[in-house]
């Protein structure tokens, strides 16, 4: 099988990256799967025509018998998976055997990136973004936190670490800014105090609980999901255990958020942050009661 991304370098010139998946009879006739990276090749075309031929040319090159050719895997635009003129149906015109998987961990990933349509989310994660961005870009003001690991959206496994640990570090992180509100840099304490004001609203700190809720849950299946040694067969275990945790959580929502809560109300007791409604109109017509606590939790609750 043959794997394939465009990928950009540092000057913003498109190569294209190129591996094959193999199976090996060893010496005792045992079959063993492998993956090897075949290199860069540089595109001038982005074509679907352009890049079948210089992913054809370069398996050819390395003298790979093409018609032992039985699998493809490439991401979902249109220009790779389209089913008239991709690069898969091209190949696939060619050689019949070779079928077209879309990248698995590739299409979790855009499956929780649809999270993102909800508002709290997004904020949230964007939010989680710039704190660390923050605190990275200075070796001063990184020693103030827990070492915090860079939130990278193309890196989908560290994207879900940086999250984990973002929220187990909490508390010392809001410290950290806090701290850095009363900086003698202008730039900084400026800065710090807008991250620290948008970090310790309601929203945020409900959202952060329930999006690392489930970072841990996302980040092994992630880790596996590029494992060489992964097969059809062990892709649907995988999945399969992750759909039954995720409709466990749905069908028993009340008392999922109801456990979040009480960690979300803990959190904010330490921090001396005042739980309070999410905005539902954008001006206020009349003056409300101090609202109940269980009404709070239930305004929040739709975001798991």
Not at 96 to 124: G, Q
Not at 248 to 259: L, P
Request: glycine share 4%.
């Amino acid at each position: 099988s043959v794997l394939a991304d465009e990928t950009a370098d540092i000057a913003g010139i498109e190569h294209m990256s190129i591996g094959i998946r193999y199976l090996h009879q060893d010496q005792n006739n045992i079959f063993q799967l492998h993956e090897e990276f075949m290199g860069f090749s540089s595109l001038s075309e982005l074509g679907g025509q352009a890049l079948s031929k210089v992913i054809m040319k370069t398996l050819q090159d390395f003298g790979l018998d093409m018609n032992l050719l039985v699998g493809q895997g490439y991401d979902g635009c249109a220009t790779m998976s389209g089913n008239i003129s991709g690069v898969q149906k091209i190949i696939r015109d060619l050689y019949p055997k070779s079928m077209f998987f879309h990248c698995a961990k590739h299409r979790l990933n855009l499956v929780i990136n649809d999270t993102n349509a909800v508002i709290e989310i997004r904020n949230t994660v964007g939010t989680i973004k710039e704190i660390i961005k923050f605190f990275r870009d200075s070796t001063l003001r990184r020693n103030r936190v827990p070492n915090i690991h860079l939130l990278c959206e193309t890196r989908w496994f560290a994207k879900h670490k940086a999250i984990r640990i973002f929220k187990l570090n909490f508390i010392e992180i809001m410290n950290g800014l806090e701290k850095l509100t009363t900086s003698m840099n202008c730039q900084t304490r400026q800065k710090a105090h807008h991250l620290y004001v948008a970090a310790t609203s309601s929203n945020f700190v409900v959202a952060l609980h329930i999006v690392a809720m489930y970072s841990p849950i996302l980040e092994p299946v992630t880790n596996q999901l590029q494992g060489t040694q992964l097969n059809l067969q062990s892709l649907n275990e995988k999945i399969g255990d992750l759909v039954k945790i995720l409709n466990c959580h749905r069908e028993n929502s009340e008392e999922e958020f109801a456990t979040i809560f009480q960690e979300i109300q803990t959190c904010c007791n330490l921090l001396n942050i005042d739980l309070k409604l999410p905005r539902l109109v954008k001006r206020m017509t009349h003056k409300s009661n101090q609202p109940a606590q269980n009404i709070i939790e239930d305004q929040y609750s739709f975001l798991i």
